[in-house]
């Protein structure tokens, strides 16, 4: 069974600082991998999508990358400001027998950016 | 529009209560999900309909019935809920091919008292 593992559990810095959010899956079968943002309450958002044949994606200050072989997943946060407080969350589709059409999420990084 | 809509945004409801959660877009996506998120743990899934159909269920309670009456539609039909019930249940859809991004709406709240 595919196990998402997301480090650290949770990040506190100051606005400003350039951030590494770390993603880890066990099955390299997948079709993709989906970074989300989720506010208190609040449903998810979705950040970027990176497909199992790229190796990274970009939007604004955010870059994800994608290394499928060794199961490993970044997301880049650039000059974090104090908006971006929020929980990140990864999460890896399958692509074959009973993984396929299943989303399988990390339990995430709470992120506090302080001013 | 690039948007789920579910409705009720908070529901509370007692254990003999029959209550349902929608959800809706209108996205021309032909998947439908319902996802079960309890407080800091990661969303669960519970059903995925493809084509209206219901292709996917995780083992869940049947006190828990999903409908899909139509490609934009989405149903939870909830009766005789256990307070351990309680949760955000979020509702996401996409194109049916796997290589689709999931969009999510903002979530039902529900409390089961």
């Known amino acids: 069974k595919q196990e998402v593992t997301q480090i650290p559990a949770a990040l506190s810095v100051p606005e400003g600082e350039n951030l590494v959010l770390n993603c880890s899956f066990t099955?390299?079968?997948?079709?993709?991998l989906q970074w989300f943002r989720q506010d208190p309450g609040k449903g998810l958002t979705s950040l970027l999508l990176i497909q199992s044949s790229q190796r990274e994606q970009t939007s604004g200050r955010l870059n994800a990358s994608l290394d499928k072989s060794s199961g490993r997943s970044t997301l880049y946060i650039a000059a974090s400001q104090p908006g971006d407080s929020a929980t990140y969350l990864c999460a890896v589709r399958g692509d074959r027998g009973s993984t396929l059409g299943r989303l399988y999420f990390g339990r995430g990084t709470q992120l506090t950016v302080w001013p | 529009d690039t948007e789920v809509t579910q409705t009720p945004k908070h529901l509370v409801m007692g254990m003999t209560n029959k209550k349902s959660l929608k959800c809706e877009q209108h996205?021309?996506?032909?998947?439908m999900y319902w996802y079960k998120q309890k407080a800091k743990k990661p969303p669960e899934l519970m059903f995925v309909y493809s084509y209206e159909k219901l292709s996917i269920n995780e083992s869940v309670p049947s006190r828990f019935s999903p409908e899909c009456p139509n490609s934009s539609l989405l149903n939870l039909h909830l009766h005789a809920l256990q307070p351990e019930d309680s949760a955000l249940y979020l509702c996401a859809s996409s194109f049916v091919s796997g290589a689709n991004v999931l969009t999510f709406g903002a979530g039902s709240r529900l409390t089961v008292l």
């Open positions: 099955d390299s079968a997948i079709y993709n």
């Open positions: 996205m021309g996506h032909r998947a």
